[in-house]
Structures are given as C-alpha cells and as structure tokens.
Nanobody
Framework: QLQLVESGGGLVQPGGSLRLSCETS????????IGWFRQAPGNEREGISCIINRGGSTNYADSVKGRFTISRDGAKNTVYLQMNSLKFEDTAVYYC???????????????????WGQGTQVTVSS
C-alpha cells in the first residue's frame, strides 16, 4: 500500500528554520516524482516544490525560491524540505504528494499528483 508520512513541522520564530520529511513506502521511489504543497486556512492548496524521480531536477514556487530546498534520499525512501528564513506567511499545513513519472521535469500542480500524506503543521510566530 502506497503511503506518505510527513513529519518535522512545529512552531518556529520568523527567520528560523525547519526541515520537513516525507517518508514513503509501498512503491519504488525511483519511479515517482514527489511534490510539497501547503495550505493555509481559507486558502487553496499551493504547490511549492517538487523533485523528479531520481533527483537532480527540482522546481520551486516564487514564494519560496531561495529559501526552501528539496532533496531526496533514495536509501531512506525519504524526501526532505529544508525551510530557511521562515516568514509569518509560511504558516500552513504542509503536505507531500507523489505521482508516477519518469519525466525530467516536475509540476507543482495539485491535480497532477495521485497520492497524498496527511500533512504536518508549520506555524511561524513570534
């Protein structure tokens, strides 16, 4: 059974850092693109980053470019989202998602992803 489990969320002050993890199981990660999304109260779910099946090619939303870094560890079946210089507006529930793909680029479009984790809360507050 394909599963994605996020962890690493929490409360952090503005300017601080967090690293989110997306642990996957039940499917060969090397054939799947992984995306990170977030949803703040009252907002639609926003795609913020993705990484292709074997790594190497990534994509970022303008809102996080230069502050967030996505990476993957195939040996651990885990994808990470390192978040630095956090801002109040980064507060949201963060989700990872998977789609079967061997393309050399990845989308940050919600409808392109088939499998989702349960989410982890990130709160940026002073």
């Amino acid at each position: 059974q394909l599963q994605l489990v996020e962890s690493g969320g929490g409360l952090v002050q503005p300017g601080g850092s967090l690293r989110l993890s997306c642990e996957t199981s039940g499917f060969p990660l090397e054939y799947y693109t992984i995306g990170w999304f977030r949803q703040a109260p009252g907002n639609e779910r926003e795609g913020i980053s993705c990484i292709i099946n074997r790594g190497g090619s990534t994509n970022y939303a303008d809102s996080v470019k230069g502050r967030f870094t996505i990476s993957r560890d195939g040996a651990k079946n885990t994808v990470y989202l390192q978040m630095n210089s956090l801002k109040f507006e980064d507060t949201a529930v963060y989700y990872c998602a998977a789609r079967f793909s061997i393309n050399t680029t990845c989308p940050t479009i919600r409808s392109r992803y088939n499998y989702w984790g349960q989410g982890t809360q990130v709160t940026v507050s002073s």
